[in-house]
């Protein structure tokens, strides 16, 4: 612990303030590595290695110095095909403790830091004490699966001072950055709307198929924890979770958290005033989800509104592309996604302000986990690219649009009082239920 204490001191200079994060290149770990001796490591445990936990835990221990120390899983298969990967990684195996409860490993005192890369209804609960056990925290996005889960969350880091980074990593990809910046000079004009949308032709939910008996190896209650206890489906499981409001909130939470994120970041935007949205099971009626297939929701700002229009099994989304963030302002729209921003010009606009496309030219999850580690080194908590409150605020943002669907009502919001004025809808919706003896913790 005492030589990981120094290397926090010795190596934030390196990583804390920016150096790496401003260029994630090969001569750039060249230099770093020169600075870090071998005793010196930064220990990290992953809880969740189906999906996105495991591509985190690639992308951390690029970086030198930090070692991946243990892995924790409910299903036993997962457990043992991730082991099996550690010598490609060039991890020794040997080294790796694996863990099906997650509590074991925040009791783990060589871990210094974890990623959480769970279904959604478990994020809250494992962050609040992963940072109550002393560890820093990577939380994959949505970071709550409730606007309560996502208040509690801020205040349990507030709290203990750990650092907690939400898995939001377009935030650390500069293209987009850069796009924000135009937006926020003004060249655009008056921006009286901001479409969000995204169209994925490859989501689909999961056939109807009877419950069964949950595959071997998988601790089944485990997964379940704080949902509801229902019987075991194929189609609720692994990916899927997705669909299904026990554990998530569809294509709003999943793709919305990344997308909303810019709609507000350029727009400086804070909690909107009001939220209506219709939507449903319109595309895979037949299929097996809860959350809807097609939505379109309404966000009201003071002197804009933001549009989310999102829908799974079609790619043809606005502006023949298939997720994206438009600002359109009186002299041009800004286009921007992942694969790059462009400006196109409004024919009656006497300003030029035509941009043709930038293309992204960087790795947003190896910059985000760089900015992670930099800062559990330099503990300057100002310098995190995705903090929980930021991560909470664009969750909060997603969920308020799925409230309104669920609800079938335009929702009010009262920022004084952080709740709706529909009092009906607080206790209903606010704050997550739990079950089967799982409580969140009180902060």
């Not at 979770?241 to 507000?264: N, S």
Request: proline share 4%.
């Amino acid at each position: 612990m005492t030589s990981r204490r120094k290397f926090v001191q010795t190596s934030a200079s390196f990583v804390g303030g920016g150096l790496l994060l401003s260029a994630f290149s090969n001569p750039a770990f060249a230099i770093f590595k020169n600075k870090v001796s071998p005793s010196d490591q930064l220990n990290i445990g992953v809880i969740g290695i189906s999906g996105m936990g495991w591509s985190d835990v690639k992308a951390a221990i690029k970086i030198p110095g930090v070692n991946l120390v243990a892995i924790c899983d409910v299903d036993k298969n997962a457990l043992d095909k991730r082991m099996g990967e550690l010598a490609a990684l060039k991890v020794d195996a040997a080294k790796v403790k694996t863990y099906n409860d997650y509590r074991r490993l925040l009791d783990d005192k060589a871990i210094d830091a974890v990623i959480i890369g769970t279904p959604d209804h478990w994020h809250a609960l494992m962050m609040m004490d992963a940072v109550a056990a002393g560890k820093d925290v990577y939380v994959e996005k949505p970071v709550g699966n409730s606007i309560g889960e996502c208040r509690a969350m801020v205040a349990a880091q507030q709290r203990y001072n750990k650092v907690v980074q939400a898995g939001q990593w377009q935030r650390s990809q500069q293209h987009f950055q850069d796009a924000v910046d135009f937006v926020q000079s003004g060249q655009l004009g008056n921006i009286r709307t901001v479409k969000v949308w995204c169209y994925q032709g490859w989501m689909k939910p999961g056939p109807v198929v009877p419950d069964s008996a949950p595959p071997a190896g998988v601790d089944y209650a485990s997964w379940l924890g704080p949902a509801e206890k229902r019987p075991f489906n194929s189609s609720r499981f692994h990916f899927n979770f997705r669909w299904f409001w026990d554990y998530a909130g569809g294509l709003m939470t999943d793709w919305g958290v990344h997308l909303l994120d810019y709609g507000l970041l350029g727009m400086k935007s804070p909690i909107p005033k009001s939220i209506s949205a219709l939507g449903g099971r319109f595309a895979y009626p037949d299929l097996y989800e809860e959350t809807p297939d097609t939505l379109t929701t309404l966000y009201e700002f003071d002197g804009f509104n933001m549009v989310w229009d999102s829908a799974m099994g079609i790619d043809n989304g606005s502006y023949n592309r298939d997720h994206g963030i438009a600002y359109i302002g009186n002299n041009g729209t800004l286009i921007l996604n992942r694969g790059g921003w462009e400006v196109i010009e409004e024919r009656q606009s006497k300003s030029k302000v035509s941009k043709p496309l930038v293309k992204a030219s960087d790795n947003g999850l190896d910059k985000h986990m760089v900015n992670w580690v930099g800062v559990i080194k330099s503990r300057k908590m100002e310098d995190l690219k995705c903090s929980i409150q930021a991560g909470a605020h664009v969750a909060t943002v997603a969920q308020m649009g799925n409230l309104a669907f669920r609800s079938g009502k335009k929702l009010e919001w009262n920022d004084a009082k952080h709740e709706f004025t529909d009092k009906d809808i607080n206790k209903q919706y606010l704050m997550k239920e739990y079950h089967n003896g799982y409580k969140l913790p009180k902060v």
